[in-house]
């Protein structure tokens, strides 16, 4: 068999894995919730057990297991669904297309000012709620206490919004702010981030931005990081459009 044959076969191969509705519909969830158990897949797509196992056989190649033994989409299932997303943008214009830096060691200006917008929308709206909550509590309280009650407030609405991105991050990767840029946090081999992940890289975040970003950008920039917590628990952000 020659070369030309074989990658004749492959691309046949390709296609017939991805020619099924349900398989189709795997390759959509495992992109959107980024893993998934095997029972969380059976439960989403209202499958016999029997069916489930025979649609993952044939994806084989497509998806892969983690560490938790969950299942996520490996090179060729992330090609798979960008393919699929293209065909429906071509045929029916409605489409999200994922985009993601595959070299770790670049790191794009359009998500660079996409998650500057995200942390102004994130820190706009917690903040807003903590002076808003302020100023309803401070109504009548005399002048010499009010530098106290800013400092206990701010803090407060610190540790809210610190509690909050923690747990929205690991749940999909997404605060409200990346959910309105389209992008999300994942681990740099395609994994959800974990809920301890979450809480470290949040602490530069919230309380330590100016020094993660300084030292982020002095001695991570060319492997692609731009804050130090992001280098330290490997984490990266991806768009999607």
């Known amino acids: 068999m020659t070369i030309e044959q074989i990658k004749d076969v492959r691309t046949v191969e390709f296609f017939k894995v991805i020619s099924h509705e349900i398989r189709v519909k795997i390759i959509s969830l495992l992109h959107d919730n980024i893993e998934m158990s095997y029972t969380e897949i059976l439960h989403t797509i209202n499958l016999e057990e029997g069916n489930l196992n025979f649609h993952l056989r044939k994806m084989k190649g497509f998806i892969e297991l983690t560490e938790k033994n969950n299942?996520?989409?490996?090179?060729?299932?992330?090609?798979?669904?960008?393919?699929?997303?293209?065909?429906?943008a071509k045929l029916w214009k409605d489409a999200k297309e994922i985009i993601r830096t595959d070299d770790i060691r670049t790191f794009p200006?359009?998500?660079?000012?996409?998650?500057?917008?995200?942390?102004?929308?994130?820190?706009?709206?917690?903040?807003?709620?903590?002076?808003?909550?302020?100023?309803?509590?401070?109504?009548?309280?005399?002048?010499?206490?009010?530098?106290?009650?800013?400092?206990?407030?701010l803090q407060l609405t610190l540790q809210f919004a610190y509690a909050s991105f923690v747990v929205m991050e690991a749940y999909n990767g997404q605060t409200i702010g990346k959910y309105l840029m389209s992008i999300r946090v994942v681990k740099i081999n395609g994994d959800k981030i974990t809920i301890l992940e979450s809480a470290i890289r949040n602490i530069g975040k919230v309380f330590l931005l100016p020094l993660d970003l300084l030292v982020g950008v002095i001695f991570f920039r060319k492997k692609g990081y731009i804050k130090f917590f992001d280098n330290y628990t490997k984490t990266t952000v991806e768009r999607i459009i």
Request: proline content about 0%.
């Open 109 to 153: 200006v359009g998500i660079l000012i996409r998650r500057t917008a995200a942390a102004l929308i994130d820190f706009t709206l917690f903040v807003s709620f903590g002076v808003v909550l302020f100023l309803v509590l401070n109504h009548g309280i005399k002048f010499d206490v009010y530098a106290f009650l800013v400092v206990i407030y």
């Open 71 to 88: 299942y996520r989409l490996s090179e060729h299932g992330k090609i798979a669904y960008s393919m699929l997303q293209g065909v429906d």
